[in-house]
């Protein structure tokens, strides 16, 4: 069965580091998301990416975010310098298409610890 | 703005006995709604949907009816297992402006005892 692989599954790195968590949607999906997770708490929306720009952000994707597909598989969200409260469980998600009967795959997401 | 209300937990059960988890939503429209479930160690997966009012989702033993007139969508599994024990996320999926982002509720833990 297709699944979305997200790598790596840990990472820890140091406030001010820049950090790349990587991700391979299902290989016919077009509709790429990601999402994180705080400890304890809800799963929140950050972005979409559809035909290789954003289609909508939140607003915990200021500047120091950013998305990009550099090839036909790879899915990739970049925290140029990241802060303590980036700490969390980052999820990438694809769709095949926009339909809202469509639902979303996850990954088995990333955690991201900041120290 | 669209929002989802769970429960809060943890519901701790014995195994064999029922489970309801309860979920309401607020929308404008029609969305899609979704239960998901993290187990322990892992990502989301899909549990289970209904894309329309009455329609009844079900998987694994567990089901969840769209309830317009209440804007509920309530998980229910007649008898639980301790391998159910996980955390269960109620969410829409609504068009918007975007391309069909997900809104989560705050998630219940369930545990379960054998």
């Known amino acids: 069965e297709p699944e979305v692989t997200q790598t790596p599954s840990h990472q820890v790195t140091q406030m001010g580091q820049e950090v790349i968590l990587r991700c391979v949607p299902i290989?016919?999906?077009?509709?790429f998301y990601w999402y994180r997770q705080i400890l304890g708490q809800k799963v929140e929306f950050l972005v979409s990416?559809?035909?290789?720009?954003?289609?909508?952000k939140s607003e915990i994707f200021d500047d120091q975010f950013s998305v990009e597909r550099p090839d036909g598989s790879n899915f990739t969200l970049k925290i140029r310098s990241t802060k303590l409260e980036d700490s969390a469980m980052y999820f990438c998600?694809?769709?095949?298409?926009?339909?809202?009967?469509?639902?979303?795959?996850f990954g088995q997401g990333t955690r991201l610890t900041v120290v | 703005g669209n929002s989802v209300t769970q429960m809060e937990g943890p519901v701790t059960l014995s195994e064999e006995a029922f489970l309801t988890i309860n979920c309401t939503y607020t929308a404008t429209g029609y969305p899609s709604l979704f239960w998901y479930v993290q187990y322990p160690g892992e990502g989301l997966q899909l549990l289970l949907k209904a894309t329309k009012a009455d329609d009844k989702g079900s998987n694994k033993g567990f089901e969840a009816t769209y309830r317009k007139e209440t804007t509920s969508f309530h998980l229910e599994k007649g008898s639980v297992q301790v391998s159910d024990s996980a955390v269960y996320f109620c969410a829409l999926q609504q068009l918007s402006g975007g391309y069909n982002k997900l809104i989560f509720g705050a998630g219940t833990r369930l545990a379960v005892h054998p």
């Open positions: 998600a694809s769709r095949g298409d926009r339909g809202t009967n469509t639902e979303a795959f």
């Open positions: 290989s016919n999906h077009l509709y």
């Open positions: 990416f559809y035909n290789n720009e954003i289609s909508e």
